[in-house]
């Protein structure tokens, strides 16, 4: 039996990164009534529910140290900051000036709740949309089930927060999926406490050369040499200064040989703050490849196989790492982190020549500094980067507006990892998402406003830029 939820201006399908910035936004920009529809209890996803992510909100500011990313995102970092639930941002020169801003993802998490509460964001949670009602090319509404049976619900705007583009596959739009022997790996992340950090910062200094540093970038800057970067390792005496720490590639050997290292991954962690504690966070230590995760079979395939070589990896840690004699596991993430599905295709695609020039549009509702081409891969290369390209001259890459419009709907939006751009320039990462998401929530509530479509606002993007200026969002004035 369906019965009928109610009528709402906005609904966002997802309750992730982008789905909470889209409906925390939305109610921000004049939005009356915004429901939040989200499969599981739990609202943030990659942040705290897949991932969460080691590097939380990195690349903030371009090579040229211009910030590039502010708006929601920034917004939440410094909400958390001022709680005690995050570190100040870091821009240590021998990473490249990337900045990284680490925060507590559980407390992310628990914003999200208060931040919905606090904007009137209805939430519809445990929901799963299993269906799109469409007039025509017209986006009616969703149909979603639920432990009380299921329910229409009717919207003047839908928009796909859901990662892998699932409403918008449901609606019939065009999209891109590449062969599943080339799809990035899937992995289950894990944390650990009980670390002594001085051991493990000890093992490091003194054995530099078997750790691996990102130079990234380098070839177009007059950054720090590898020899310069491996001296600063030496003197350097806080974990929370390396951020990350990858490599261990003489104890990864012996793992090999002796069948204690799966070999699927590299060796490695990511710090996370928890009060007045760090953790080491693990989102590298399983990697399932040759699978695509809009496929079931493959999906819970790769659940059971990231497990089982998190058990590995974690045993590995005990035995071989100074350091984490005494560590033991505090999380296991609920599902495993899918790094690349669906790209759904929108009124413009995003491509890698883009990225390499910078280029900078004149409908542009965010930006990123981030590469195109690189990809995660399974085995002893971590990351492929055989076809990476940079912004030109250290600067960053405009996001349109048009990448949010599904091409062949209306009243239908897009945001997060499945907006529309190629392979290679793939909007996946944390920041990203919450970029687009932010946009998408502010130009469904000024659809709602103007009683117009998100293609006819393609004809004027004026007052949509000016709203996420007034939100914080940076999208002019840097290179």
Not at 73 to 97: D, F, I, S
Not at 255 to 268: A, C, K, L, R, Y
Not at 285 to 299: A, K, L, P
Request: net charge negative.
């Amino acid at each position: 039996m369906l019965n009928y939820y109610g009528d709402y201006d906005v609904v966002v399908c997802g309750g992730g990164t982008s789905g909470c910035a889209a409906a925390i936004c939305a109610a921000r920009a004049g939005a009356k009534k915004v429901l939040l529809i989200e499969r599981v209890g739990q609202l943030g996803g990659q942040m705290n529910f897949s991932g969460p992510p080691g590097f939380s909100f990195a690349h903030w500011f371009n090579y040229r140290q211009e910030q590039v990313i502010s708006g929601f995102a920034e917004e939440t970092h410094k909400l958390l900051l001022a709680e005690g639930h995050a570190l100040p941002e870091m821009h240590p020169r021998w990473r490249c000036n990337y900045t990284y801003a680490y925060l507590d993802p559980d407390w992310w998490g628990l914003l999200m709740y208060r931040l919905c509460k606090e904007e009137g964001v209805e939430l519809m949670l445990h929901s799963l949309v299993t269906e799109v009602v469409r007039d025509g090319n017209v986006v009616k509404g969703v149909i979603c089930e639920h432990p009380s049976g299921k329910s229409f619900v009717n919207a003047k705007i839908v928009i796909d927060c859901t990662g892998e583009g699932e409403v918008a596959y449901q609606a019939g739009a065009e999209y891109e999926l590449e062969p599943r022997d080339i799809l990035e790996p899937a992995t289950t992340a894990f944390t650990a406490d009980g670390v002594d950090w001085d051991k493990v910062m000890d093992y490091v200094r003194n054995n530099v050369d078997d750790f691996l540093f990102s130079q990234i970038g380098y070839e177009n800057t007059d950054y720090m040499t590898l020899d310069g970067i491996k001296e600063a390792v030496r003197n350097c005496r806080d974990v929370v200064e390396m951020g990350e720490i990858m490599g261990f590639l003489s104890l990864q050997k012996i793992g090999v040989e002796t069948g204690e290292w799966h070999n699927q991954s590299g060796v490695g962690f990511f710090i996370m703050p928890k009060g007045d504690r760090i953790l080491a966070h693990f989102q590298h230590s399983s990697q399932v490849g040759n699978v695509d995760c809009t496929d079931v079979r493959d999906i819970s395939r790769a659940e059971a196989e990231c497990r089982e070589q998190d058990v590995i990896a974690f045993k590995f840690f005990k035995k071989y790492v100074p350091g984490f004699e005494n560590a033991y596991i505090t999380r296991v993430c609920p599902e495993v982190r899918i790094r690349e599905t669906r790209r759904i295709m929108g009124d413009y695609k995003l491509v890698q020549e883009d990225v390499a020039n910078a280029r900078k549009f004149d409908d542009v509702i965010g930006k990123s500094a981030f590469t195109a081409g690189a990809k995660h891969a399974v085995g002893d290369a971590a990351l492929a980067l055989q076809h990476i390209v940079y912004p030109k001259d250290g600067g960053s890459t405009d996001i349109p507006y048009r990448c949010l419009v599904v091409k062949g709907l209306e009243n239908f939006l897009v945001a997060g990892k499945a907006i529309s751009t190629d392979r290679a320039s793939y909007h996946r990462f944390l920041q990203e998402t919450i970029v687009t998401g932010q946009a998408a929530g502010v130009a469904a509530a000024l659809c709602v406003k103007h009683g117009i479509t998100p293609r006819e606002m393609e004809k004027d993007v004026s007052e949509l830029q000016k709203v996420l200026q007034e939100q914080g969002a940076i999208l002019f004035g840097t290179h």
